[in-house]
Structures are given as structure tokens and as C-alpha cells.
């Protein structure tokens, strides 16, 4: 079976690549000539554990194809993926501009019989949209079908995440567009992966409660941390024991800083303007941005409270992206962090295994560290904000030596605080004392 992959962000080059490691053709196509161009030398142009090395394997054994002609692309393949992106609008809503501009652009160059995925997290409603658009677009009267097939890759996992996902949701209202994507996720089969086959609206639905429930999760145990600072209470046990209820799992109860990235902000605000179009108002969800947006806040209260002020202060920072393993800093706690103790007249210096690059292009005022301890040089406080594992063994001897301060604020509760302060060390956490 041929496949085409429309957009070769995130989620279209990992789908690709790994219908490509499936045993499947696939050619992915995108508008910007450098990326392909990088691609076809195996360049992957973001970082994903994994990923660089599958693309060259699958491009080297000729299955994996990139190119700039969608028109070639979409007609060598039976099922034909969109997976660009849809960033926020001012408002919230998700912007469907470039599903819109996909959708007319396959429907001009159409020649037969297509199966058209969406596979870019949408809002419901937007199949029935793509089906509108490539009818209009038709040169004649030629067969095809829509399908929501959403995602559910987690950067920094997402090769496994396809590989051994937890289930497969296909939307569709055709048998023959069923059989066709049942037949595609056949080798899912094998290790007894769940498929929830089910009508499109559905699945587009799916996508955006799963986030909102994660995101809710977070928010959730970020206000018992704060309520355990109040009373004295350790969130770690409050949380533990929470997580050996089966009903309430052990998963998304890490206090911290807030969630970031590129799904759970965008995809609850996004949620929350499709209740309000039917004129529901989501207050669950709406509440958990709302104790999000204010966890950041408290962050930089927390900073400028154990140093007693931000003015003249240097603070090191430790992480940038929005989690461990990805170059992704997208909404990322620690560029609100950062902005905020820059207003307020502090110097920063920061470090992160990956993700430099990308800060530097949005926050150019911050000094860029060589390591670790390097970003430790002169610094009044050190704020550890993403929890890369090479960020849970420091040398804190060392750090002794480097900072001019001895303040620690482990926005991730990695470090044990008898430990620091027997080092010597002014150590906060979140919902711990």
C-alpha cells in the first residue's frame, strides 16, 4: 500500500517514518524546499530520540520518500494523511488554515479513488470540512472518503508511542474506508493493540478530551501543592497515595511549574471555544488553564520571594523546552519564568542539553551556559524548571564553588531537601516544605 503524508512537521514525520518502518511506501510532502532538502540527506530538523536514525534506514531502503509535488504524491497513494499544523487564533479557537489550503490543494490535483485522513489534532466538525472543500475542488466526479485518525505521540516517546501504542481511534463513516485503515494498522494488530473504530465526530473528540483530562491532572495536583505548602504537607505522599487508587492512576500527578507544550494549551483552549460555539461553558477545563496560567505566577513569586527581590539578581536556570527529551521550548514554563525575572530587573544565565538553540531566537537577553555548571557561574539562585536526567545528578560540591548565592528552587522536586540543606544550601520545592 502507498501512502502520502502531507506536511512533515512533528506528527506527519514520525507517521510517516513509521508506516514506512511498518513495511508501507511513503512519501511525504511539504511546501518548504530546505526542510526536504534536509530530509532527503537525513537530517531531521527537531530532536526526537530515535527518529533521525529510523528516517535514514527507511530512506536508504527506499521506502520512505520526501518531495515538494503533491500533485505526484497524492495520486501514487490509496490513503493520504494531513498532518499540519493548527496553532491557536487570538481567540483560542484552532486555526484550520492549513488543513483548509491542504484540503483544496487535494482535491485539484485528485485522479481516483482516496482515503483523506485527518490526522492533526482538529476540532470536531473539521472531516465534514475537508470533505466540502476537496468537492468543491474536484475536476470531476471521483470517488473518496474522510477519516479522523487523531494522534496520541508524546515528544520525546513518539517512536515507541506509534510502535506500541496504547490504542489506534479511527473515525470514519465508509466500510471501505474502515477495511483500508484497519489494513494499514495490521501490524498493530499483532501486538494486540486496541483500535476503537467508531463515527467521526467521535473520534476528533477523543483527541481533545484525552488532553483536557491530562491537562485537568496537572492543574489538579499543582493546587494540592500549593495547598500542601500552607498546611505542611508533602504533595509526594499526597500523590503517591492517590495513584494506588486504580480509579485515579499515578500518571500526571508530578507538581510543578505547569504544563507546556504544543497539545495541552492549545488543545483545552481550543476546547473550550467549541463548548462556547454551542453556548456550553467547559468550566472543568476552563479552570485548569486558568490554575495553569496562575502556577507560573507563583513560580516567579516563589523565585523573588527566596531571593527577597529580582533587581540586580542573577538567577541560573536550569531547562528550557517544556519536558525532558525534545527541543520543543512551544509555551514552555521556563520562557514565561525567564521573561518575568527579566521585567523585573534580574540578569539570567541558562542551560539546557537541547533546546538553546531554539531560546535563543525568542529570548536573545539570556546568557547562554556551556553546561551545567557553567550556568551556575555568579548566580545568586539556581531554578531547575525541566527535568532532564543529567539534571538529577549534580555535583552540588561543585555548585558551591560556582554560585555567589545558596538558593535552590527545584521547580521539579527532584532533590532530596535534607540533602541540600545539609550542603548548605537554601532549598525550596513545590508542595513540600
Given at each position: 500500500m502507498n501512502i502520502c503524508v502531507v506536511g512533515v512537521g512533528y506528527v506527519g514525520l514520525v507517521t510517516g517514518t513509521c508506516f514506512a518502518e511498518f513495511g508501507v511506501d511513503v512519501a511525504l510532502v511539504d511546501k518548504d524546499e530546505d526542510r526536504i532538502a534536509s530530509l532527503k540527506d537525513g537530517r531531521v530538523p527537531f530532536f526526537e530520540p530515535g527518529l533521525e536514525e529510523l528516517v535514514r534506514k527507511n530512506t536508504r531502503e527506499g521506502r520512505l520518500t520526501?518531495?515538494?509535488?503533491?500533485?505526484?504524491?497524492?495520486?501514487?497513494?490509496l490513503v493520504l494523511f494531513i498532518c499540519v499544523g493548527t496553532p491557536s487564533s487570538p481567540d483560542g479557537e484552532a486555526d484550520l488554515q492549513?488543513?483548509?489550503?491542504?484540503a483544496a490543494d487535494i482535491g485539484r490535483t485528485m485522479r481516483g479513488y482516496k482515503v483523506v485522513v485527518t490526522k492533526s489534532t482538529v476540532p470536531v466538525g473539521t472531516a465534514e470540512l475537508v470533505r466540502g472543500i476537496i468537492r468543491e475542488q474536484l475536476a470531476g466526479d471521483i470517488p473518496f472518503d474522510v477519516a479522523s485518525n487523531p494522534e496520541f505521540l508524546r515528544e520525546g516517546a513518539a517512536v515507541e508511542d506509534f510502535m506500541r501504542p496504547n490504542r489506534v481511534v479511527v473515525g470514519t463513516d465508509s466500510a471501505q474506508a474502515q477495511a483500508i485503515l484497519k489494513d494499514l494498522y495490521r501490524p498493530l494488530y499483532l501486538i494486540e493493540t486496541p483500535v476503537v473504530m467508531t463515527n467521526i465526530p467521535t473520534a476528533e473528540m477523543i483527541k481533545y478530551a484525552a488532553n483536557a483530562f491530562l491537562a485537568t491532572k496537572i492543574s489538579f495536583i499543582n493546587e494540592i501543592a500549593n495547598l500542601c505548602e500552607y498546611y505542611g504537607a508533602d504533595v509526594h505522599h499526597v500523590a503517591k497515595a492517590m495513584g494506588l487508587d486504580h480509579r485515579i492512576g499515578g500518571k500526571f500527578l508530578h507538581p510543578g511549574p505547569g504544563f507546556g507544550g504544543s497539545c495541552f494549551p492549545k488543545d483545552t483552549r481550543a476546547l473550550v471555544r467549541l463548548a462556547e460555539r454551542r453556548g456550553y461553558d467547559l468550566q472543568i477545563v476552563r479552570a485548569a488553564i486558568e490554575v495553569n496560567e496562575r502556577q507560573g505566577h507563583r513560580m516567579v513569586k516563589k523565585i523573588e520571594t527566596a531571593l527577597g527581590g529580582l533587581d540586580g539578581r542573577t538567577v541560573a536556570v536550569l531547562g528550557l523546552t517544556f519536558k525532558p527529551n525534545t527541543d520543543d521550548i512551544r509555551e514552555a514554563p521556563a520562557l514565561f519564568i525567564i521573561r518575568e525575572l527579566l521585567a523585573r530587573g534580574a540578569r539570567v544565565r541558562a542551560f539546557d542539553p537541547v533546546g538553546m538553540d531554539n531560546a535563543r531566537a525568542v529570548l536573545p537577553e539570556v546568557v547562554y551556559a556551556q553546561d551545567t555548571y557553567d550556568a551556575a557561574e555568579g548566580a545568586d539562585a539556581l531554578v531547575l524548571v525541566t527535568e532532564w536526567n543529567q539534571f538529577r545528578?549534580?555535583?552540588?560540591?561543585?555548585?558551591?564553588?560556582?554560585?555567589?548565592?545558596?538558593?535552590?528552587?527545584d521547580l521539579r522536586n527532584i532533590y532530596d531537601p535534607e540533602r541540600l540543606r545539609e550542603k548548605g544550601f537554601t532549598y525550596y520545592s513545590v508542595g513540600r516544605l
Open positions: 520526501f518531495t515538494t509535488d503533491l500533485g505526484q504524491a497524492v495520486n501514487d497513494a492549513y488543513v483548509r489550503e491542504v545528578n549534580i555535583q552540588w560540591d561543585r555548585m558551591t564553588g560556582r554560585m555567589k548565592g545558596r538558593v535552590v528552587l
